[in-house]
């Protein structure tokens, strides 16, 4: 990959901050946008803005194609086997809670489990715990090890004939841990159960084949793979989201009303209440045309091999404890020894060095760790070794800081 070139596309990367170049260690928050994606959306505003589906002017039949057109992109990026199974929403958060809220509520009942991960960020719980106390099901975690996995062997003593939903992250946003999603669906289908996965971690740094995983639901957000915030995706087999019951309703998503009683379009547009986030699945769509055209293949090699070299460098440094396990996606959760996190990330915002310090949304996984918060550095296709050795310097810098008290 050339990477000065991929470089070149991201504009928000050329400038300064305090006085040095910009270092942008945060991509599991959002990752910037390519010259590709702002286009897209400033052609839409410009020249096709409309809404879609129901004009039949010109300006509305190029906003209606934009629009479906970006949902075939989805569909072929993730290997879908139809757009019916693509449905557009705020993005992660949302897309979970309409599982939990359309899917779960109607289908659990007293004594059924829910089964879940420590290692799930928020949005990949709460929606849980609100299923559970609607219809009195229960929660079970997996157990996980000392490096931040589990072992199948744990999946399967967890899972009994009462679960009927399994929920948890591909890659985990705190420890970069990439959970053997196929070999856990499996197992959850062998007994009678669903997975439901939250994909937002994993989609910008590999290939996703839905269909290979065999998950049931699979969801993520646009921000965090090179396209605009607000936009997100569910995923779900067709048979499935023909038993989820929308969770708003109003235009678009009917299709006959009456005073007393009203009928839903069909998949995928029942789940689409309202003017749907147009611009965001344009501009997702010119996302997920930048990364096929880089090639996710080498976007995840090249995130490995610069995550390989911050551990090793990282691993260097005296007083540091760095969280998860050795294999990971691309980012890497640490601590300064007798350093808070937010110290530490503000040490290094002075010289320019952007990086993510707190609970992450994951504070049941913050107290498995037994830390109240923690730094991260995260890497996209954008970044080098080089940004690493800044880091380093930026790290040792705050030792210093604070009193170099090793």
């Known amino acids: 990959m050339d990477i000065r070139a991929i470089r070149e596309q991201f504009p928000i990367l050329d400038q300064e901050v305090n006085g040095f170049p910009l270092v942008y260690l945060d991509s599991a928050a959002t990752s910037q946008k390519p010259l590709p994606v702002i286009e897209a959306l400033s052609n839409y505003y410009r020249e096709n803005n409309s809404n879609v589906h129901r004009g039949v002017h010109t300006l509305g039949t190029r906003a209606t ?67 559970a106390k609607h219809t009195g099901a229960t929660l079970k975690y997996i157990p996980m090890e000392e490096d931040g996995t589990f072992s199948l062997d744990s999946v399967r003593s967890a899972i009994t004939n009462k679960t009927k ?68 995706v569910l995923y779900g087999k067709k048979h499935l989201l023909e038993k989820t019951e929308p969770v708003e309703f109003g235009g678009e998503m009917i299709d006959f009303v009456g005073l007393y009683e009203s009928t839903w379009k069909e998949l995928p547009w029942k789940f689409e209440g309202g003017t749907p ?104 296709l954008y970044n080098s070794k080089s940004d690493v050795d800044r880091l380093v310097e930026g790290i040792e810098r705050a030792k210093g800081y604070f009193g170099d008290v090793f």
């Not at 290939?207 to 993520?220: G, I, P, R």
């Not at 090793?312 to 020894?337: A, C, D, H, M, W």
């Open 165 to 232: 939903i399994v929920a948890m992250t591909h890659v985990s946003n705190v420890l970069g841990t990439i959970n053997p999603i196929k070999e856990v669906a499996s197992i959850v289908h062998e007994n009678g159960a669903i997975l439901v996965v939250d994909g937002a971690q994993a989609i910008p740094h590999m290939k996703v084949d839905v269909q290979e995983l065999d998950c049931d639901f699979y969801a993520f957000s646009g921000h965090k793979m090179c396209g605009p915030t607000g936009i997100g």
């Open 65 to 131: 194609d934009q629009y479906e057109g970006a949902r075939d992109k989805v569909k072929h990026f993730i290997n879908a086997s139809s757009t019916e199974e693509v449905i557009f929403t705020r993005g992660t958060t949302t897309a979970i809670n309409t599982v939990a809220y359309g899917y779960a509520r109607h289908f659990l009942k007293e004594g059924d489990e829910i089964v879940l991960t420590e290692m799930e960020h928020h949005s990949n719980i709460i929606p849980w715990q609100q299923a």
């Open 277 to 380: 986030i147009i611009a965001g699945a344009i501009g997702l769509g010119a996302a997920i045309d930048f990364l096929e055209e880089v090639g996710m293949d080498q976007i995840e090699a090249h995130e490995k091999e610069v995550v390989q070299y911050a551990q090793s460098k990282l691993q260097e440094l005296e007083g540091l404890t760095i969280y998860g396990p050795e294999q990971r996606s691309g980012l890497v959760t640490f601590n300064i020894e007798g350093v808070h996190p937010h110290d530490t990330a503000t040490v290094l915002d002075a010289e320019g060095i952007a990086v993510r310090a707190g609970h992450h949304c994951a504070q049941p996984l913050m107290k498995w760790l037994n830390v109240t918060a923690t730094a991260r550095a995260s890497f996209y």
